[in-house]
């Protein structure tokens, strides 16, 4: 319990997970909104807006910067480190993203990558007017929602630096 206990007086730490976890429960209520479906999946689940990502390392940045200032070696370390993120969300996982999109439709839009011939190569389509001997093959379907657009990143660019800005500096860690 003395290492929860740590961990939850630090104040960099706290003013971060708050800006993840608002950035959270803003997903819920944006689909909300726009679906009138309440989808839980979206308190835990990563893509859309705004990116709970970017709320995190700015809320991290800029709470940095209020406790140890812009010279500190930790804000110079914690700006590259949100740079590396940022650019993650709306890159390498945003493509990744696009990437099981494009998967999902051939996997599941064409019969070539779903039904297999006894004995025969996992994957390897039947001839014509041949007859599947074993059971289809039913894939899972890959997570599409994973990157963000930059306008997601830019949203949560603003709750992060907002919650970082006007959540009140603690006089502990």
């Known amino acids: 319990m003395n ?3 740590t961990i939850t007086s630090n104040h960099i730490i706290n003013v971060a997970a708050i800006s993840w976890f608002t950035a959270q429960i803003l997903k819920l209520l944006l689909v909300f909104w726009l679906t009138r479906k309440v ?5 835990t689940g990563s893509g859309g807006m705004p990116s709970s990502h970017a709320a995190l390392v700015c809320a991290m940045v800029v709470t940095i910067a209020r406790k140890l200032g812009f010279a500190s070696p930790l804000f110079g370390l914690a700006f590259c480190f949100a740079i590396v993120v940022l ?3 709306m890159g390498v996982r945003r493509a990744a993203g696009e990437q099981a999109k494009v998967l999902n439709k051939m996997i599941f839009d064409f019969p070539f990558f779903t039904q297999t011939r006894k004995g025969a190569p996992q994957g390897q389509s039947l001839q014509q007017g041949e007859e599947d001997q074993e059971a289809t093959l039913i894939p899972e379907q890959l997570k599409e929602l994973l990157g963000h657009t930059p306008f997601e990143v830019l949203g949560g660019c603003v709750v992060g630096i907002l919650i970082g800005v006007l959540m009140p500096m603690s006089l502990g860690q």
């Open 39 to 43: 989808d839980w999946g979206r308190l």
């Open 3 to 5: 290492v929860l206990r």
């Open 87 to 89: 650019y993650d969300a």
